[in-house]
């Protein structure tokens, strides 16, 4: 397991229109996204067959950049 930034957008807004946002990710050995943590260690739940995480404490719905370096190693 490795752990390693992630971009994440806020669902519905304009991506290029607001500061840049990195979480916190863990990754399995097959550089799947498995758990996901704000900066303030809250863990994000997943919807499940989505790019999108919840906030479980505001609702909030986060969309997960995918990270081009990892994408083009597990092809």
Known sequence: MNTR????????????????TQYTGEYDDKNNLIRLFNSSKEQLI??????QWCLPSTSICYFVEEDPFYQRTMD
């Open 5 to 20: 930034k992630v971009t994440v957008h806020k669902m519905y807004e304009e991506f290029h229109s607001y500061p840049i």
């Open 46 to 51: 997943r919807v499940f067959g989505t790019y």
